[in-house]
T-cell receptor, first 110, second 121 residues
Framework: GQNIDQPTEMTATEGAIVQINCTYQ??????LFWYQQHAGEAPTFLSY????GLEEKGRFSSFLSRSKGYSYLLLKELQMKDSASYLC???????????FGTGTRLTVIP | GAVVSQHPSWVICKSGTSVKIECRSL??????MFWYRQFPKQSLMLMAT?????????EQGVEKDKFLINHASLTLSTLTVTSAHPEDSSFYIC?????????????????FGPGTRLTVT
């Protein structure tokens, strides 16, 4: 089966940097996704990692270590609009289904 | 590109009635569509996976006779909640994936619809 853990809530200051961690245990691995979800809306794609290392995309970066079953999402130069839930999702065996963590609710304060 | 729509965006129905939710990929053909349910302050839970022209695959604990899924074309999947009860009230989100089997990567990215909020009274 799959087990995906993320912190439930985090708070950070506007302009700062925040790192959201995700650990996972899965019987098969075909990549890890990060999604952003504002309240009452559908998730939007942020990043995809399948190989170890850091993927940078503007203010957002995502890191993966397959041997450790660990990923993080790094958000730089935080803006108020970044307040949202951030979902870590693992693509399991057969590369068919996404399994989501519970999400991390990030609150950005002035 | 890669826009997915859902209709309706919200619906209120009485207990015992059935509700149909449509999921459409607007500018691409979706080989596979997924249906998720999300309760307040919880993450998405996969309900079922549907491939065009074949029966849906339901996750453990999801009643296939209660949540009927039809994937009649490469751009449309429907979820019908039959004999709805208040505990079925939730946010239902579909996603669509284009691409075929092969090396995982962008082809496996799922594009999410805007969601449908169902309230059963």
């Amino acid at each position: 089966g799959q087990n995906i853990d993320q912190p439930t809530e985090m708070t950070a200051t506007e302009g700062a940097i925040v790192q959201i961690n995700c650990t996972y245990q899965t019987s098969g691995f075909n990549g890890l996704f990060w999604y952003q979800q504002h309240a009452g809306e559908a998730p939007t794609f942020l990043s995809y990692n399948v190989l170890d290392g850091l993927e940078e995309k503007g203010r957002f970066s995502s890191f993966l270590s397959r041997s450790k079953g660990y990923s993080y999402l790094l958000l730089k130069e935080l803006q108020m609009k970044d307040s949202a839930s951030y979902l870590c999702a693992v693509m399991g065996p057969g590369a068919n289904n996404l399994f989501f963590g519970t999400g991390t609710r990030l609150t950005v304060i002035p | 590109g890669a826009v997915v729509s859902q209709h309706p965006s919200w619906v209120i129905c009485k207990s015992g009635t059935s509700v149909k939710i449509e999921c459409r990929s607007l500018d691409f053909q979706a080989t596979t569509m997924f249906w998720y349910r999300q309760f307040p302050k919880q993450s998405l839970m996969l309900m079922a996976t549907s491939n065009e022209g074949s029966k849906a695959t339901y996750e453990q604990g999801v009643e296939k006779d209660k949540f009927l899924i039809n994937h009649a074309s490469l751009t449309l999947s429907t979820l019908t909640v039959t004999s709805a009860h208040p505990e079925d009230s939730s946010f239902y989100i579909c996603s669509a994936r284009r691409g075929t089997s092969g090396t995982p990567g962008p082809f496996y990215e799922q594009y999410f619809g805007p969601g449908t909020r169902l309230t059963v009274t």
